[in-house]
């Protein structure tokens, strides 16, 4: 018979849960929610590139590599590597990139009629998905490393959470509403308990995703030499070393041969993108990805499967590495990526990225809710606990919105206009923080739940004002991701207006 | 009725020693799964996946023992056995 754990176990892990849990809390919460957001990173980059027309029908694969490959020879034939997305399920059209001693480019073409779309110059959702792993305005490394910390924090917080608990399971299905701390307790155990395998495989595969730069002993004691590090960086995360030109011009094999060749090879599966390095060179190699939502043909796999040709001869040179290890890593990164994910599942993931900002913010409140009820309890580190709960939790949600907005309302011609985005974003949030410190704490909340309720149900009337994509029309053209990209805000505008009157009420 | 709760040391020297020791036992853990009969790169990836999960274990274990003295004392086989490998790893 196992003892049950004693009162001091118990007492240590709460310990570790509330100070793990609180110590970075704040970073996590954003971690989190750009996350989630970062499940529709297509559908938010497609919703702030409105000039992209909505195409319905799908063009074969090889008809839209012949237009890109063609393209590209024409305006592109002295880079040194090329990029082309093929259309797939989540955005139809073709995506080059180039880039090469006289810089790069990028453009979008219609694969219905080769013709090029000139859209607004935005990261869309790729900002969301950088801000989650790398942050903003920080060197990258050491960006990587606090965000390792804040995840490593997270899984103590949470193992820690499930020891500390007595009735975890009972007290999934108790919520007592008005009253205080008890409620805020309910809240957070609801949250927790609803998506906790969930929480630890995301928080755990979210580790993984970084593992050479946290874990870095084994590597470095195997593999001495950088080249031999290489070989196996490149084998492990699919990145395909290039060879230096020769400097001698050979004809290139037509692509779509190339990506026929490919999709025999996977039995059926579709390749999703297309890479040539030293193009029309002699040591020109082409890479044909497939694409990573096909998990019935290729399984899970946080990096899809490559074969590399050469381009000059056709011929297949070397495909990605399959070993256990190296699969387990694919696994667990495909998991955190949920790329594999169809429309249900991408939903599911978003939901229970929802529910983990919900205990995340429970978390941190519920931290200055008990301290506040235990006398002697510091004045100054409740005071600071209570204005960055408020400057995160409903702050950055009301950043994020402005970033939104801004993506309607800056100038398409607007120097650097990606970038005064993600500026504007800080500066919404810098002065959320700034109201959190002046403002009393209740009216504070008040006020920053009802401005992003209001922005957010403003969104869809600027979007229908400053684009031709306003709901009715999108709704009458069959348009389903502006039309739902509108609804989700009005919810998401309906829920902020709620807790804003909860706050009043209280 | 309330539980007798047990002295434990001040949480911040439990603190420093859970990140020390879970950082020495994670980083032996990843040398000393590279003396295991397969390939290095094989070896390499399997340590870093281990690596997080020795490191969560060995804070949990440092905050769910009685005493820091216990916590050290289970620690020291585990840790003696990791750097013996490790070292075994690292030829």
Not at chain 1, 18 to 34: K, Y
Not at chain 1, 197 to 213: D, S
Not at chain 1, 358 to 378: E, T
Request: hydrophobic letters at 50%; a positive charge.
């Amino acid at each position: 018979m196992i003892a049950p754990l004693g009162a001091g176990v118990r007492q240590r892990m709460a310990q570790l849960h509330r100070w793990a849990g609180l110590l970075l809390g704040w970073l996590l919460f954003v971690i989190f929610l750009t996350g989630t957001l970062s499940f529709f990173r297509q559908e938010i980059t497609l919703w702030m590139q409105p000039e992209r027309p909505l195409v319905s029908e799908t063009v074969p694969s090889a008809l839209a590599l012949e237009q890109a490959s063609g393209y590209l020879q024409r305006h592109a034939s002295e880079a040194s590597h090329w990029t082309v997305t093929l259309p797939g399920t989540r955005d139809r059209l073709v995506h080059l990139n180039w880039r090469g001693a006289n810089g790069q480019g990028q453009v979008y073409l219609n694969p219905m009629g080769g013709e090029v779309i000139p859209v607004r110059d935005t990261r869309g959702g790729d900002f969301f998905y950088r801000f989650h792993f790398q942050l903003h305005y920080l060197p990258v490394l050491f960006a990587r490393y606090l965000v390792g910390i804040a995840a490593m924090l997270m899984l103590l917080a949470l193992i820690s959470g499930v020891i500390t608990h007595k009735k975890i399971f009972k007290d999934f299905f108790t919520f007592r509403s008005g009253k205080g701390q008890r409620s805020w307790l309910d809240a957070h155990n609801g949250f927790s308990v609803l998506a906790l395998p969930f929480h630890l495989m995301i928080t755990y595969t979210g580790l993984v995703t970084l593992m050479m730069l946290y874990i870095p002993w084994g590597l470095n004691q195997a593999f001495p030499e950088p080249e031999q590090r290489q070989r196996l960086i490149s084998d492990v995360f699919a990145v395909i070393p290039t060879e230096p030109p020769s400097g001698e011009r050979t004809p290139m094999v037509a692509l779509p041969a190339l990506l026929a060749q490919a999709e025999a090879h996977w039995e059926g599966a579709k390749v999703g993108r297309v890479q040539v390095s030293n193009p029309g060179d002699r040591h020109a190699r082409v890479v044909m990805e497939a694409r990573s939502d096909q998990p019935d043909l290729l399984g899970i796999r946080g990096h899809p499967p490559f074969l590399v040709f050469d381009a000059g001869s056709g011929e297949p040179l070397r495909e990605k590495v399959s070993a256990p290890a190296y699969d387990t890593y694919g696994l667990l990164l495909g998991l955190h990526l949920g790329r594999f994910a169809d429309w249900p599942t991408r939903w599911l993931y978003a939901l229970l990225g929802v529910a983990g900002c919900g205990m995340l913010a429970s978390g941190l409140i519920l931290w200055s809710v008990k301290r506040r009820q235990k006398p002697g309890h510091s004045a100054v580190g409740l005071w600071l606990v209570d204005r960055l709960n408020l400057a995160t939790l409903a702050g950055f949600p009301v950043a994020v919105v402005a970033f939104f907005w801004l993506n309607r309302l800056l100038p398409a011609a607007w120097p650097e206009r990606s970038q005064w985005e993600i500026h504007g974003l800080f500066l919404a949030w810098l002065a959320m923080l700034i109201h959190a410190l002046i403002r009393p704490l209740h009216a504070g909340w008040r006020e920053q739940l009802g401005l992003a309720g209001a922005l957010l149900l403003g969104l869809p009337v600027l979007n229908m004002v400053t684009t031709e994509r306003g709901f009715a029309t999108s709704l009458v053209a069959g348009d389903w991701l502006f039309v739902g990209f509108d609804l989700a805000l009005i919810i998401l505008a309906a829920l902020m207006f709620r807790f804003a009157r909860q706050k009043r009420a209280s | 009725m309330t539980a007798k709760v047990r002295f434990y040391p001040a949480p911040l020297l439990r603190t420093l020693v859970a990140i020390v020791c879970a950082f020495l036992l994670t980083r032996w853990s990843s040398l000393a799964v590279l003396a295991l009969p397969w390939q290095p790169e094989q070896s390499v990836v399997a340590g870093m996946l281990l690596g997080f999960s020795i490191f969560a274990a060995t804070v949990i274990w440092v905050f769910v023992a009685g005493s820091l003295r216990s916590a050290c004392l289970g620690i020291l086989p585990a840790g003696a056995f990791l750097m013996y490998f490790s070292q075994q790893g690292g030829l």
